[in-house]
DNA sequence: ATTTGTGCAAATCGTTTGCATCTGA
DNA sequence: TCAGATGCAAACGATTTGCACAAAT
């Protein structure tokens, strides 16, 4: 992960899914990335953007968040009407989620939890994915 | 289910429940709680009120469907971005979603699945929920 | 030069709220 | 009677869109 020949430089990323590399772009996608896994809405990677003098606008943010999304850097977590979000991390993993301070997310890795007894889904129909959210609250 | 002395008609549920047996809050009941199992959004169960000539606002059938979740007799299932979804099913269960025709919401009963290996919550937490959707998509 | 992305402000969608009016116990 | 419920319209927050301008190839 720190090393290796595969290591893409942002650009090049950008270039691969089909984007061009503009400062807006590169600029989000390293806020993004740079941090180990996170889980973001556009609002607050907004925020983040522009307390970092990155001026940004908020259409361009969105924007951004769903080609990133579409290209496959990023997922979209469901979690509750309105605010939607973003986890940087794209693997096949699950979520706590807890109310608590506008709403908190956190990974739950797939070698700790799993979903057994997946029923046959209806004719037609394949199943894409499986959301797992456990719900927290304060004791 | 079907018979019992249990049973109640749906003033005293409501009444059971803390809530005046108005006529909209009964006609509603009577639509979410008549046909089986339901998922229904406001708007949808709106519409349908209005074309059984249930003269009720929408904004009623918000207030409405969040004191039947309350009171215990509806649950709200999160799927994506904006629509929160109504289920006239509160026992223990999971869902299947397709986005076809606006989105549609299946029931998965715990006996079919279930989860493994659920870890432990974070410090001072304790889990309230575990929601699990298995998203679906055309073959 | 051409194509694509950006920013702004206005528009949209689902939902909530304030408040005057009605209604059930 | 009178606390509580309803309806309307305006307010709301998150997200999307239309369009003139700017930047990347």
Redesign the pocket.
């Known amino acids: 992960m720190t090393h290796g020949s595969v290591e893409k430089n942002i650009p090049d990323i950008l270039?691969g899914a089909g984007?061009?590399?503009?400062?807006?772009?590169v600029a989000l996608a390293e806020l993004l990335f740079a941090k180990g896994d996170r889980h973001l809405?556009?609002?607050r990677l907004h925020e983040e953007a522009v307390g970092e003098n990155v001026?940004?606008?908020?259409?361009?943010v969105?924007?951004?968040l769903?080609q990133f999304t579409q290209a496959g850097l990023l997922r979209e977590v469901a979690v509750e009407?309105?605010?939607?979000y973003f986890d940087t991390n794209t693997s096949n993993h699950y979520h706590f989620f807890c109310e608590q301070d506008g709403g908190i997310l956190m990974d739950i890795q797939t070698d700790e939890l799993f979903v057994q007894g997946l029923p046959e889904p209806p004719d037609g129909m394949a199943v894409s994915r499986v959301d797992v959210l456990v719900r927290l609250v304060e004791k």
Do not use: D, F, I
């Open positions: 270039r984007m061009r590399p503009t400062r807006q772009r809405t556009a609002e001026p940004v606008s908020l259409a361009t969105y924007n951004t769903h009407g309105a605010k939607t």
